[in-house]
């Protein structure tokens, strides 16, 4: 079972996410915040990472520069009410979607599933991650979104 970490400051999001990928089969932790996330995330990361970018003390992309450093194989999907993320973000490698929200369901589910999928390549490309090799982020370049 693939496992999935919300870390939002609004507990009515991650109670409606942590419900919807619950129903659909996932290991669902959550975290108000990224400190909280950081300490729930221990010696083992979860395969996806969804954290809002937007909170109090340290953000989502404080976050997830933490995790991509900690735990390479760890996808990571960024959730937002802006209407862009700053263009640095699209730099971290284990970034592998965007949300706006307020979501529908369908599409994180789909995010979900995708960093799941990028969740198993990046392990079995484990030592290609480490060294910074570009073929993760063009086989996600080559998927349909």
């Known amino acids: 079972m693939s496992s999935v970490l919300i870390v939002d400051d609004e507990a009515g999001i991650r109670e409606i996410l942590v419900r919807w990928l619950s129903a659909a089969g996932y290991d669902v932790r959550e975290a108000p915040d990224a400190e909280t996330a950081i300490e729930a995330f221990g010696t083992a990361a ?6 809002d970018v937007e909170m109090p ?6 976050l997830a520069a933490q995790a991509g450093q900690r735990f390479p194989a760890t996808a990571i ?19 592998v979607e965007y949300l706006v929200k307020p979501f529908k369901r369908a599409l994180v589910l789909k995010a979900v599933s ?3 999928e990028w969740h198993a390549v990046a392990l079995a490309r484990a030592p290609a991650v480490l060294a910074g090799d570009d073929r993760l982020a063009k ?3 080559s998927i349909d979104k």
């Open 46 to 51: 979860p395969d996806v990472l969804m954290c």
């Open 114 to 116: 995708r960093g799941v």
């Open 77 to 95: 999907v960024l959730a937002t009410a802006l209407d862009s993320v700053p263009p640095v973000t699209s730099m971290q490698p284990s970034i």
């Open 57 to 62: 003390g340290q953000g989502g992309l404080w």
């Open 139 to 141: 086989w996600l370049d």
